[in-house]
């Protein structure tokens, strides 16, 4: 004879480990809006450089956040209808972003790599653990990946584009990381950070590194923080 106290603990236990195994999977950490600072873009330009010596201070997670709608962010403009910071060929948007951070590389952020959700402005976490060292030996042993706080690796779903534009789509795929690696570049100089595009990369070292699977195509790694040397500028 069933024992009917204990059928009912037992349906009580199933169904909180249910949320809790669902609250776990669905856990999105949503970021604040952007929050660049006034300046002028003849400024950003100057000041713009590719650094590769970077300080081990923690990053703001508002400026990973304000970085990552720069680079390729949803918004609405009323008055063109656009509705990313880059253009998009036929707005196909295919980029991903992904953020790898290691142990108090930012001040909210665990260890790890992120995957940033465009369309609803989070961050949710692929991967635990620091994995800048991964990272830094797919990228061919460049050492100052490892010692950056945090690196964005953009990824392109090629298929996206191509399935309308044919071969035509790759062109306008390389244009569209162009077009959001100098976003990058001038949003981390606004914010007082540095960044520095990397191309030399075993691509199949960074999927598996990312778990991405073959529908993918990597196509820059740009690790960020404070730049080593504080530099001068003449105004």
Known sequence: MINQKALSVFIIFLTLQANIYADNKDMKIK??????????????????????????????LDDIATLLWATCGRKYDSLTGATRTIPSAGATYPLELYVLTGENSTDKLKAGAYHYLIEGHALEMIIEGDKRLELARACLGQ????????????????????????????????????????????????????TCVVGAFSDDSVKRLLSL??????LSVMPIGYPAKKLTWVE
């Open 143 to 194: 050492d100052f990946i490892r010692e950056a706080p945090v690196s964005l690796v953009i990824a392109a779903k090629f298929h996206r584009t191509t399935n309308r534009y044919g071969t035509r789509g790759e062109r306008y795929i390389y244009m569209e990381a162009g077009h959001a690696s100098q976003n990058t570049y001038l949003a981390v100089t606004n914010l007082g950070l540095a």
């Open 213 to 218: 699977d073959d529908d993918y195509i990597l």
């Open 31 to 60: 970021l604040n809006p952007p929050h660049l600072k006034e300046g002028n873009l003849a400024a950003l330009l100057e000041r713009r450089y590719s650094c590769r010596d970077f300080q081990g201070k923690t990053l703001n």
